[in-house]
T-cell receptor, first 109, second 112 residues
């Protein structure tokens, strides 16, 4: 079993829909990251959080440390949101990120 | 501001040939540097990380090696590439354990 599990693996949506991507992890962590990878491969860091909730534009990330679970929400989705969204955690004992396999999101107009 | 440069963007190499991928960081000092690989259909996997010049830690035994000859330079190498070395290689830097990560644009390596 992977230490970081994401669901769903693939997600299709119509423009304007509310999107939720889930991440569960099995290790104690000091931080959790949400990343976005576009078709060309480049990765952009969206959020780093260790508790509570963060919001940036139409993106919202939440984390529940007790339940070892995080969610990434996209409000009013747009085709330009189409990308792979990756959850990654920094374990308390580790020095580098542990990545989930990613969720491929496709938003059509 | 901090920037990270990674090159080349794509590379096609024959089996048995050597490899050298370079990553440099600007605008920061003493960064933590990382090499990750993303094989087709799989998540990112940590290959090497470095917390300082000449300090390299390897997470996965493999056909690759890494070096950090300067504070802001991180090099991924191989003496003889294997077909299984094909993948997408990403360099990243971080200011420390509780800092965000910045990723390079990646190198897509195809070994033929």
């Amino acid at each position: 079993k992977n230490e970081v599990e994401q669901s769903p693996q693939n997600l299709t949506a119509q423009e304007g829909e509310f999107i939720t991507i889930n991440c569960s992890y099995s290790v104690g962590i000091s931080a959790l990251h949400w990343l976005q990878q576009h078709p060309g491969g480049g990765i952009v860091s969206l959020f780093m959080l260790s508790s509570g909730k963060k919001k940036h534009g139409r993106l919202i990330a939440t984390i529940n440390i007790q339940e070892k679970h995080s969610s990434l929400h996209i409000t009013a989705s747009h085709p330009r949101d189409s990308a792979v969204y990756i959850c990654a955690v920094l374990s308390q004992a580790g020095t580098a990120l542990i990545f989930g396999k990613g969720t491929t999101l496709s938003v059509s107009s | 501001s901090q920037t990270i440069h990674q090159w080349p963007a794509t590379l096609v190499q024959p089996v048995g040939s050597p490899l050298s991928l370079e990553c440099t960081v600007e605008g920061t000092s003493n960064p933590n540097l990382y090499w990750y690989r993303q094989a087709a259909g799989r998540g990112l996997q940590l290959l090497f990380y470095s917390v300082g010049i000449g300090q390299i830690s390897s997470e996965v035994p493999q056909n690759l090696s890494a070096s950090r000859p300067q504070d802001r330079q991180f090099i991924l190498s191989s003496k003889k590439l294997l077909l299984s070395d094909s993948g997408f290689y990403l360099c990243a830097w971080s200011g420390g354990l509780n800092y965000g990560y910045t990723f390079g644009s990646g190198t897509r390596l195809t070994v033929v």
